[in-house]
């Protein structure tokens, strides 16, 4: 094992030599192939939406998808308007205008709801009219105090359009479902007839291409322009606020591309002074952050390159190649510096500190892309293209450190320096960690034994979360402006369940419509401490509707007739009336009808129980009359959390076998290699430990720290353990060895766990809470991995190559 290590470090030197001989060259090849990315980047998207962070094959959104090429967008925008007084005609006027300029300047818009057009059906005589609440107004006498009355008995504008209290109305805006499909949505019937075929559903355009579902692009122009005509009606007498999740997402989608950018400029002017404190020479700043950047933009180019954008996980992506690929400059840096110090040329000190660090530095970039492509199956496409292109850039710094920092070096003249006082601070610093090390190895180890088993408990007792607006600062706007449209509207998140009786006019049946009509009030009694069913909408509030008016609009009739054919003739009455109201609830062949609940916005775990609960409710309330297929945006919220759980579960094992592995590989023994592995997971316990004592959720983006630490913090690991062995080899005395690692290794160790955890530390400048967690926790793991490789893993060498027989 020994001779093959001499071997890949002399060839490493060899390289080195011959880059020296030939930097332009090397440069220009180097600049060429980076250029091919560079020129990608302005073409990357964002797209933060839950249902961006399924694979395309994943049947809850293939189930979402039909959904969507059957009812449209299964999300809406809420304007929510605060008079003084709702029912008064200039209120009235001034609403009707912002409903008019909504449909006819905002693009996209599919269809908007509110008092003004709203259904309104009532019985004359014995004609049965299905009307726009205000479609005659002024015109038709209706006094406001007649338009309160029906606006408050209605139970369908009950926190739909109207606030319980009567204060609030609200407008809703539905966008189209496709990116060119035209006004009004298309493929009712087969989209619902896809839900017999498991097959994923292929909407073609006239030219038979897929369509294209609604961009966040798109929903962005939507945004944009609610705001810009918001703006133009808001007054002190016409208060109006935005939210629903098309705003969430739009505002989550911008708040990342701000955090992104701005920690990327955070993380290099930081690590700009950090490396400048360390080498005190300018090449030692400028160099190492051109292959940073190099990398960290190639890897962006090549998502943009395969139309992959941004997602919540991806975000961080940046950021954290800009810390993670510093480390490799800087261990090279930092023996070739030192071997200019000591006399050599620039070619032997290229070539020394090449073949010194090359192997190890590709071993623990080896290692740090295995930990992130454990990710690489994950069943959330969000979490695999984390650890696809995160591993793509931690390898692509590697090879632009070994390339092009040595042409970098070869162009430039670095003189020698004295060897001044600081850095004999920084040598008693490292010796004492040595001694301590030396005296009490046992004792160490025990300690760190009773930390390990502590934190390994309290890992237990971790809770999971997944709450997209809980991200947001609480003084944000959007927060707010959705906190109090939910506590006056009662919601802005639906689940869809879909009833399928499988025959036609199925839904038809008295008692079938009677248990729609049961689930319906039971969603609405629903308890839980924190989830609240504000609304349900199906045919059945037709049915009632319908009845009710064709029995002299008598509230006792607002109910479902008993006899089937009763109501097929009320149901035909209702189509007839002009209204389309049911193409939105049922199909063609009254075969299949659809309940919209509409709850608060809760963590996604709460959505996950939720929908099992129901599901397993409805089928057997349903069983043996209609099958039941749960959709919409709640289920692809759901599934979020379970799918990251069981995907980090296999990543975790995954990255600890391919690391252990390459850890032997390194060190050349068994033994050694998986017990050097303890200082490696007891950090990551620590800090799981640590957020369960503080009861903080484990996230999306936390889910992950263990598989990226591990991968990270075994770096240093493996660069004190190679060294360790290396000079054991040379002098046979343990002591000297121990010593020899922490001043030679010892200080690279030291400077890129700073380097490291000061670009994760960076996040904490974020606005979005996941982000500022992620980098936190992140940036504490590699500084606790840090106090254990120069405590335990000295200590565990100490015992292994002794015994117990000193301490």
Not at 79 to 92: K, N, Q, S, W, Y
Not at 500 to 509: L, P, S, V
Not at 769 to 781: A, D, E
């Amino acid at each position: 094992m020994s001779g093959i290590r001499s071997r890949i470090e002399h060839m490493f030197s060899r390289l080195g030599r011959w880059i020296y001989e030939n930097p332009k060259k090397t440069l220009a090849a180097s600049l060429v192939f980076c250029l091919f990315f560079f020129i990608q980047v302005p073409n990357l998207g964002v797209d933060t939406s839950s249902e961006a962070m399924l694979r395309e094959n994943d049947p809850i959104r293939i189930a979402y998808n039909k959904f969507r090429d059957q009812f449209g967008r299964a999300e809406m925008m809420v304007i929510a308007v605060e008079p003084p007084e709702i029912f008064d005609p200039d209120f009235l006027e001034k609403l009707r205008d912002l409903h008019h300029a909504l449909e006819d300047e905002i693009p996209y818009v599919r269809e908007v709801t509110s008092l003004v057009n709203i259904r309104n059906t009532r019985g004359e005589g014995d004609s049965l009219i299905v009307e726009d609440l205000l479609e005659d107004w002024p015109e038709n006498g209706l006094t406001m105090e007649d338009l309160r009355e029906r606006v408050m008995s209605s139970p369908l504008y009950r926190n739909h359009i109207m606030s319980e209290d009567g204060r609030v109305t609200a407008l809703l805006i539905e966008t189209e479902a496709y990116a060119d499909a035209p006004a009004g949505g298309e493929a009712f019937d087969q989209a619902f007839d896809a839900f017999e075929d498991p097959a994923p559903v292929k909407t073609e355009d006239a030219g038979g291409k897929p369509k294209r579902y609604f961009t966040v692009e798109q929903n962005r122009e939507v945004v944009l322009a609610v705001d810009k005509l918001l703006d133009r009606f808001r007054a002190p007498d016409f208060n109006v606020a935005a939210t629903g999740r098309p705003v969430i997402l739009d505002v989550f989608n911008e708040s990342t591309l701000t955090d992104t950018r701005n920690c990327m400029i955070f993380t290099t002017f930081l690590n700009s002074f950090l490396l400048f404190f360390l080498f005190r020479r300018f090449s030692g700043v400028i160099m190492p952050l051109i292959i940073v950047l190099s990398s960290a933009f190639c890897t962006i180019g090549l998502m943009a390159m395969t139309n992959v954008p941004f997602k919540m996980t991806t975000t961080a992506i940046p950021a954290f190649l800009v810390a993670v690929g510093l480390a490799d400059s800087v261990h090279i840096l930092a023996v070739f510096y030192r071997r200019i110090d000591l006399g050599d040329d620039q070619e032997d000190a290229i070539a020394y500190s090449l073949g010194h660090s090359g192997l190890a530095i590709v071993m623990t970039s080896m290692t740090t892309a295995a930990g992130l492509l454990s990710f690489s199956t994950a069943e959330l496409t969000a979490i695999a293209e984390m650890g696809i292109f995160a591993a793509f850039g931690v390898m692509l710094a590697l090879l632009l450190t070994v390339i092009m920092l040595p042409a970098m070096l070869a162009l430039v003249t670095v003189k020698p320096r004295p060897i001044k006082p600081s850095n004999k601070g920084m040598e008693k610093v490292l010796l004492w960690f040595a001694d301590f090390s030396l005296k009490r190895p046992v004792a160490i180890i025990a300690v760190s034994a009773v930390f390990f088993a502590a934190s390994a408990w309290l890992c237990f007792t971790l809770h999971f979360s997944d709450a997209i607006v809980d991200y947001f600062p609480k003084d944000m706007q959007v927060y707010i402006d959705l906190n109090k449209i939910e506590k006056d509207l009662q919601g802005t998140v639906s689940m869809e369940v879909v009833v399928d009786t499988g025959r036609e006019n199925g839904i038809q049946a008295p008692d079938l419509l009677g248990d729609m009509d049961k689930v319906s009030e039971e969603f609405m009694v629903y308890e839980h401490p924190e989830l609240k069913v504000g609304k349900t909408l199906s045919i059945v509030n037709v049915v009632k509707e319908t009845n009710q008016a064709l029995h002299e609009n008598n509230p006792a009739h607002y109910s479902i007739p008993k006899d089937k054919e009763l109501i097929a003739q009320e149901l035909l009455l209702f189509e007839n009336s002009g209204s389309d109201d049911l193409e939105r609830i049922v199909d063609q062949q009254f075969s299949k009808a659809r309940i919209t609940v509409k709850t608060n916005w809760v963590d996604s775990v709460i959505f996950d129980d939720f929908v099992r609960e129901w599901k397993g409710k409805l089928d057997k309330m349903f069983e043996g009359r209609a099958s039941i297929n749960i959709t919409g945006l709640m289920p692809v919220m759901a599934r979020t959390i379970p799918a990251a759980l069981y995907s980090m579960a296999r990543s975790y094992v995954v990255a600890f076998v391919v690391i252990t592995a390459m850890m032997i590989l390194l060190v050349g023994d068994v033994k050694t290699g998986l017990i050097a592995m303890f200082p490696n997971l007891l950090p990551i316990l620590m800090i799981m430990g640590i957020m369960a004592a503080f009861h903080i959720s484990l996230n999306m983006n936390t889910l992950m720290i263990g598989s990226i630490a591990i991968g990270l913090v075994v770096d240093d690991t493996m660069h004190f353990i190679y060294n360790f062995r290396k000079y054991h080899q040379v002098t046979g005395d343990v002591d000297k060895a121990v010593r020899e690692t922490f001043l030679g290794t010892g200080r690279a160790l030291l400077i890129t766990s700073l380097v490291l955890s000061a670009g994760f530390f960076v996040l904490l400048s974020g606005t979005l809470l996941h982000m500022v967690q992620f980098g936190f926790f992140t940036g504490l793991v590699i500084l606790v991995a840090l106090a254990a490789d120069f405590t335990l893993a000295p200590a565990l060498m100490i015992v292994l190559t002794r015994g117990f027989k000193k301490d």
